[in-house]
């Protein structure tokens, strides 16, 4: 319905309802869009800029859905580029889908992401359904025989299905169950050594399902300030050792496993266990629907092990193979990543290890080639709704853009905080996100467009946008990762938490209450020992040393033995 079939059934008294509902929609729509193309941004780096994405993180704090409040932000944002018309409050839904979402999906490099995801995930369904996660997690179960053995299988077990961090959970945990139930091990620790290892190495590996997701968000952040020099996935690779919570959260668990020392309620629940009280809760195993092996065919450890070396060879190839440069003499290993093509180097490895598992799964005969594909699109489910939350968030990121809301905060701190606070107050902020939602992947989608910009631009009003600061840059990364994942570990809301607790066999509220005082003895040093320090200018490396020793010291003092 136009404007000209409105004007002529003007004095039409009997034309449907629903007819001229749809009519005003599309002429509100078209001079609505016409309006937010043609007027100039009255509310441009203003105070009212900050309002999307605050909104979005306000709203997912309110409901804990990060979705709906993702697209809370958008349409305020829309609305504000409207300049807050009337015609724009009524469009604001459908220009976010058809400008915004749209554009995010339309870009090449956001293609790419989503394609390596869906691939990965796949691959892990594949991998599941054929035997090959339960041939590496058998390769370890042998070994384990004591209770100290039986805590470090596990914990070995969690970082060898680095890839995923949903498979980890649920592979361990129902695998290590009975094991640990022999050893008398509580199902409050086999929960946490589950969840403490699945979220902390998918987030840091070189190659997980999480690393698209990062990376494109660090991708799309470097775009909106310019960024000239090393690309997203070198950014990425530069943070790790700054992820200082990730990292003692995994160590961590390595000292109690080898000390047998435990602190807070772990300490009941463990005692409890050895005295032969297991404290486990029926249905709460793995869900029907999961991915299971093939019932009477073998579980080769080989049928995960190849594809997943496929998947990690042809990603370090890629990377050389798109960053070498013949015409350039002398170039060094880190300039030829750091010229490469991450996304086309994600997207070549997972292709090619999802052809090698499909390959192995059919030609040993353990699956059809219908019951592969099958595999294949029940291991894709998982990662809609990241998918979803990723492309809501490259929208939001164009609209803070063209708001220039990060151009508008580091006004208000460029002269009043000192960038080497930005990091801890950036890890805490990222904490309460993912703590209050559940949600690292939607803390991470939120934060990441938001912070990086915010950062640069203040180093650069502070005059320290060199490569000597450029630590900090790095740092600010690492800590909305890692403050996404502190939060996710003490929150009774997340879902690798609430799946931890549902492989393990545990009651959930007894595996957080459990979890917290290692996840915050664990945060405690990330801030104090790690982020501070390393936020002016002591070498990551140290950080990690001294924090490694004084989290073993301090677990032997305060921890008690069972």
Request: aromatic share 10%.
């Amino acid at each position: 319905m136009l404007k000209s079939d409105l004007k002529n059934n003007k004095g039409n008294t009997n034309m449907p309802p629903a007819k001229i509902l749809i009519g005003l929609t599309a002429l509100l729509f078209a001079t609505g869009l016409q309006a937010a193309e043609a007027d100039p941004l009255i509310y441009a780096g203003t105070w009212l800029s900050v309002v999307p994405p605050l909104l979005a993180i306000g709203v997912a704090l309110l409901f804990r859905q990060v979705i709906p409040a993702l697209f809370i932000g958008l349409m305020f944002g829309v609305w504000l580029i409207g300049n807050l018309s009337w015609q724009a409050l009524w469009t604001s839904p459908l220009i976010t889908v058809q400008e915004y979402t749209v554009g995010a999906l339309a870009d090449a490099d956001h293609a790419s992401v989503i394609i390596f995801s869906l691939l990965i995930g796949g691959l892990v369904g594949i991998s599941s359904r054929n035997g090959g996660m339960v041939g590496v997690v058998n390769l370890i179960v042998n070994w384990a025989n004591t209770v100290k053995r039986a805590s470090l299988a596990t914990i070995a077990m969690g970082l060898s299905i680095f890839f995923d961090d949903y498979a980890n959970s649920l592979v361990v945990g129902n695998t290590m169950r009975p094991v640990t139930d022999k050893m008398k091990i509580s199902r409050e620790k086999l929960a946490y050594l589950v969840d403490s290892t699945a979220a902390p190495i998918a987030s840091i590996a070189f190659v997980t399902t999480w690393v698209g997701f990062e990376v494109g968000l660090i991708d799309e952040a470097l775009r909106s300030i310019n960024h000239q020099g090393d690309g997203a996935y070198i950014m990425f690779l530069q943070s790790i050792p700054y992820s200082f919570y990730p990292l003692f959260a995994i160590a961590l668990t390595i000292y109690v496993a080898t000390t047998g020392r435990d602190i807070g309620p772990m300490i009941t629940a463990e005692q409890k266990a050895r005295a032969g009280e297991i404290n486990s809760t029926e249905g709460m195993g793995l869900a029907d629907d999961d991915i299971q092996p093939i019932e009477n065919k073998p579980h080769r450890a080989i049928n995960a092990l190849i594809p997943f070396g496929v998947l990690i060879v042809v990603v370090m190839g890629g990377l050389y193979v798109t960053g070498y440069d013949p015409e350039i003499d002398n170039q060094s290993l880190k300039d030829i990543i750091g010229n490469s093509d991450a996304f086309k180097a994600m997207l070549w490895a997972s292709i090619a290890a999802t052809i090698v598992a499909v390959l192995m799964s059919v030609g040993q005969r353990i699956l059809t080639f219908d019951d592969t594909i099958e595999a294949w699109y029940e291991g894709m489910k998982p990662m809609l709704q990241a998918i979803v939350i990723l492309v809501l968030a490259w929208s939001l990121a164009a609209i803070t853009e063209q708001l220039e809301t990060s151009l508008y905060i580091s006004s208000l701190l460029e002269n009043s905080l000192s960038y080497y606070w930005l990091p801890v107050l950036t890890f805490l902020l990222a904490a309460l996100t993912a703590f209050s939602t559940g949600s690292s992947w939607g803390t991470m989608g939120i934060l990441i467009p938001l912070i990086i910009p915010i950062t640069w631009n203040v180093m650069n009003a502070q005059g320290v946008l060199d490569v000597e600061y450029l630590h900090i840059i790095h740092i600010t990364i690492a800590s909305v990762l890692a403050g996404a994942v502190w939060g996710d570990h003490c929150s009774p809301i997340s879902d690798t938490t609430i799946l931890s607790s549902m492989a393990s066999g545990c009651d959930h509220i007894e595996h957080v209450r459990t979890q917290i005082p290692y996840a915050m003895y664990a945060g405690g040093f990330a801030i104090l020992v790690g982020i501070i320090p390393a936020s002016f200018g002591l070498s990551p490396w140290i950080a990690l040393a001294i924090g490694l020793i004084g989290m073993y010291a301090g677990l032997r003092w305060l921890g008690t033995k069972v």
